[in-house]
C-alpha cells in the first residue's frame, strides 16, 4: 500500500473532495466545500516527495520537479468545476459511500434518477449543460433539432385523417 493511501481512506471515510498536501503544513481535505486540516504532522519536504514519486506518472513528478507544485485533478477539457455526467455519478457514489454500479447501461428507473438528483442536491453538483462530441449543444442546437424533428413527423390529426377507413 502506498504511503499517501492513508489520507485516501481519510478522505473517503470523511467524504472530502479535495486533499490538499504542502511541504510545511498540515495535510488539510475539502470538505462540504471548505478546506479543514488534518490532524497530523506538517509534512516534510522529503516525506511529501516520497509520498508522490510512490504513485505519481514520470510526467506529473518532471512538473512537479520544474515548478515545485503539481495538480492531480482530473481534467475532462471543460471550463472549471465541470465533468461528464457518468464521472459526476462517479463521485456522488464515493461521496455517498456506495461502492457499486449504479446506472449501467439503458435501464434507469425513476427512482434512481431522483436518487441521484438527491445526491446532486446535496453536494451541490449542478447541470452545466449538454455536450455532444466534445463539443457544447447550446440552447439554438437543441431549438434547431425540435424544430426538425417537429416538421418531419406528422401530427396525430394528419395521420388519422390519411388512414381512416371512413375515408372514400
Not at 516520497?50 to 503539481?70: R, S
Request: hydrophobic share 40%.
Amino acid at each position: 500500500m502506498a504511503k499517501i493511501d492513508a489520507f485516501f481512506n481519510l478522505m473517503f471515510e470523511q467524504k472530502a473532495s479535495d486533499l490538499h498536501l504542502a511541504s510545511g503544513n498540515n495535510p488539510m481535505l475539502r470538505i462540504n466545500g471548505e478546506l479543514q486540516r488534518v490532524d497530523h504532522p506538517p509534512l516534510d519536504n522529503d516525506t511529501l516527495k516520497t509520498m508522490l514519486y510512490e504513485i505519481a506518472p514520470d510526467y506529473k513528478i518532471k512538473v512537479f520537479e520544474e515548478t515545485g507544485d503539481v495538480d492531480f485533478g482530473m481534467d475532462f477539457g471543460f471550463p472549471p468545476k465541470t465533468a461528464y455526467a457518468c464521472m459526476c455519478e462517479t463521485m456522488m457514489l464515493a461521496l455517498e459511500g456506495r461502492l457499486e454500479n449504479y446506472t449501467l447501461g439503458k435501464d434507469v428507473s425513476v427512482e434512481q434518477v431522483k436518487e441521484t438528483q438527491g445526491w446532486a442536491n446535496k453536494h451541490g453538483f449542478k447541470l452545466a449543460g449538454y455536450r455532444s462530441f466534445q463539443r457544447a449543444v447550446s440552447q439554438e442546437d437543441i431549438a434547431r433539432v425540435r424544430a426538425a424533428r417537429a416538421a418531419a413527423i406528422p401530427s396525430p390529426v394528419s395521420l388519422r385523417e390519411k388512414s381512416s377507413p371512413l375515408r372514400p
